[in-house]
């Protein structure tokens, strides 16, 4: 039983390592599940609540308290999500949004770039390999940027994760078998004490949450 | 059957994680111990070599020569008990002196700074600002050596095939994790892999004489080895060209292993 968080630049793999995890410990697997909650949970449509959630301010841009509240509310919807038991969540900032939490396994998935580009390519034909970098540079600069302005964050900071899994090396499923190692360890087990806390952490973000939107 | 080296900052706890692998694995492990080999083959004492892996070499003057040198003899040190097969390193700089391998499983080691001066304080019985002071200390020398041998950030992830963070497992924990990654094919010593290996642990020897001698060390020069026969190209001055080009080829042969070497130099003209 356990929660384990996957951090990744675009195309570097994370739904398929998400989706052996789940297969592999039967645990469920989501991201967008938890967007749809957290735009349902304040009344805004998953596109609007996307585009504020997931955009990176301009540049003169900040924290402003409507961001503050959308992050709020997906904080409280994978809190929720939490409360059922284990979970493979491989969204924006999980390892942020549940910092708070004992026993969560963070991991960071990175591949290299020109595999990243391949992977744009198969999908996108049309794109060459230039095109295709130019892109994941482009998205990635915009992620490390909203990283920054939403938490103070470098998204490059090994200090963020337990385990950064390099794809160069390993293939999805060696990455799958190494994290399961990984989280049968004791200290990733939620135990009676981690399940209390949990629950803990997702009352009190229901509260923040309800004060946020009361204004 | 494979090589895993591990990178850590000093006091993170590597060596003992590289004996806990070496142990589990069967794998015999190998730390400083490889600069000995090193400074024997070079004649000097182990402790030069060890700083030349730590300084800064500096950009001028013989400085960056003789740096490159004592990597060059650490590398082939290194590779020398590589060639078994089996192997786990945690000594300085493994993950780079071993990196046109593949095959070779990159761990680094990161721990929270608090649990790095508390192991410091045990161990040397130091106060916590000294312990504190010496830790980053150490690392910005390493951080500023890899940084001007080999132009990278030790930091990034990018250069690792894993990372693992000492705030969340125990160094046996870590052993666990770091073994199941070591278990799988893509870290298996194949017979191609082995092949590789061979000609990596000539070229790295080529590399070493050539740096050794006086009449050819401070001439940029690369080596590739495969089956064997050794490719050496860069830049060498066209005056004596015909000497020089048979120094270089009578070095080259001359390393246990090479069959035969073939010169694709760039002949320059110092004053054109």
């Known amino acids: 039983m356990a929660i384990i968080t996957i951090s990744r630049g675009s195309l570097s793999g994370g739904r398929a390592l998400a989706d052996c995890l789940s297969s592999r410990l039967g645990y469920p697997s989501v991201a967008r599940e938890v967007l749809h909650e957290a735009a349902e949970a304040v009344g805004a449509s998953e596109e609007v609540f996307r585009g504020k959630f997931e955009t990176t301010p301009g540049l003169w841009g900040r924290l402003t308290r409507a961001r503050e509240k ?34 969560v396994l963070k991991i960071r998935l990175i591949a290299p770039l020109e595999m990243r580009a391949q992977a744009l390519m198969d999908s996108q034909p049309q794109l060459t390999q230039d095109q295709a970098e130019a892109f994941i540079k482009d998205v990635d600069q915009d992620r490390a940027r909203w990283v920054k302005v939403m938490y103070g964050a470098e998204v490059t900071d090994q200090n963020l994760y337990d385990l950064i899994i390099n794809l160069r090396t390993h293939t999805i499923e060696s990455a799958c078998e190494t994290i399961t190692a990984a989280v049968a360890q004791p200290r990733f087990q939620i135990t009676d004490e981690v399940e209390a806390e949990i629950f803990a952490f997702a009352a009190e973000c229901r509260d923040r949450l309800s004060r946020e939107k009361r204004g | 059957m494979g090589i895993i080296t591990v990178q850590r900052g000093t006091r993170s706890g590597g060596e003992t994680l590289a004996n806990c692998l070496g142990e589990n694995l069967g794998y015999p492990v190998l730390g400083r111990n490889v600069l000995n080999d090193a400074a024997a083959q ?27 040198l004592h990597v060059a003899a650490v590398r082939a040190a290194l590779v020398k008990h590589a060639r078994k097969g089996n192997l786990v390193y945690h000594g300085l700089a493994g993950g780079l002196l071993l990196r046109r391998l593949p095959g070779v499983l990159r761990v680094r080691l990161i721990a929270p700074l608090e649990f790095r001066i508390q192991a410091l304080m045990d161990s040397h019985g130091m106060d916590e600002a000294s312990a504190e002071a010496y830790i980053q200390e150490i690392d910005g020398a390493r951080a500023g050596w890899v940084k001007s041998v080999y132009g990278e950030d030790n930091t990034d992830s990018n250069l ?113």
Not at chain 2, 42 to 68: C, H, Q, S, W, Y
Not at chain 2, 163 to 177: G, H, K, P, Q, R
């Open chain 2, 42 to 68: 070079l004649g000097v004492p182990a402790e030069d070599v060890g700083n030349k892996m730590e300084e800064r070499p500096g950009r001028f003057g013989r400085k960056p020569l003789i740096t490159k």
């Open chain 2, 160 to 272: 690792y095939d894993m990372v693992l963070n000492l705030e969340s497992f125990s160094i046996s924990e870590a052993c666990d994790v770091v073994f199941t990654a070591a278990s799988r094919p893509e870290f298996e010593m194949t017979p191609e892999r082995r092949k590789e290996l061979l000609d990596f642990d000539l070229e790295c020897q080529v590399r070493l004489a050539l740096l050794e001698d006086l009449g050819t060390q401070t001439l940029d020069l690369n080596t590739t080895v495969k089956d064997g026969l050794a490719t050496v190209t860069g830049d060498a001055p066209l005056l004596n060209k015909g000497a020089v080009g048979k120094r270089i080829a009578e070095i080259v042969t001359g390393v246990d292993g090479i069959r035969d070497a073939r010169l694709a130099l760039k002949w320059l003209d110092p004053s054109p």
């Open chain 1, 70 to 103: 959308y992050i709020l509310a997906v904080q409280t919807s994978l809190a929720e999500w939490c409360t059922r038991g284990d979970l493979v969540y491989h969204g924006l900032s999980g390892h942020h949004l549940l910092k708070e939490l004992p026993g």
